[in-house]
């Protein structure tokens, strides 16, 4: 198989919940705008793969981590790859990111990034963008609401395919025989 035949994801996990982010508001001048800051400590997790060449993304989102399910997304992952190519995907070096989790999958690989080098993750920014555009600033009812809530913002983030492949695409990651 040749490098024409290969697509490249970029995969990571994030945390999103009622311990939410907080970013600025417009207000008029003078006044002090109100933000909603939760105490409760309800999560969900977003496990999130991108391949910028294709302007696609998978994505499951779970009451918690484990090896179990980052299985479970490679077989999403497997299971959108055409026919006659292979998925090589670039993965951090978090504890249920173990050597053996593709073994299963005919058509996936990953790579693991170096430890400490988020900056070489593109999906790191999805995450920014996310809570920048549609988490932020919010409350949560309970989980299924966070649930709710981060499916419409990643549903919404891959609407546009250009708007995936140019936040995720990176030179370094460009295929050549």
């Given at each position: ?7 490249v994801w970029f995969q990571d ?97 990953i790579i693991k990034l170096p ?26 009812t309970d989980y299924d609401d ?32």
């Open positions: 198989m040749g490098l024409d035949n290969v697509d996990e994030a945390r999103f919940g009622q311990q939410n982010t907080t970013t600025r508001l417009w207000a008029e001048r003078g006044t002090r705008p109100r933000a909603v800051k939760q105490q409760q400590f309800e999560y969900a997790y977003l496990f999130g793969s991108v391949c910028p060449a294709k302007g696609i993304g998978e994505a499951m989102v779970v009451p918690w981590v484990n090896k179990d399910i980052m299985v479970e997304h490679l077989k999403q992952i497997s299971a959108v790859t055409e026919t006659g190519r292979h998925a090589v995907v670039i993965i951090d070096g978090a504890g249920w990111h173990t050597n053996d989790i593709a073994k299963e999958l005919n058509n996936v690989s430890p400490y080098s988020p900056e070489l993750n593109p999906i790191e920014q999805v995450w920014s963008w996310l809570r920048q555009h549609y988490l932020a600033n919010q409350s949560f966070i649930v709710a809530k981060i499916c419409a913002a990643w549903n919404h983030f891959l609407d546009s395919s250009k708007r995936v492949t140019k936040m995720c695409s990176r030179r370094w990651i460009e295929l050549t025989s």
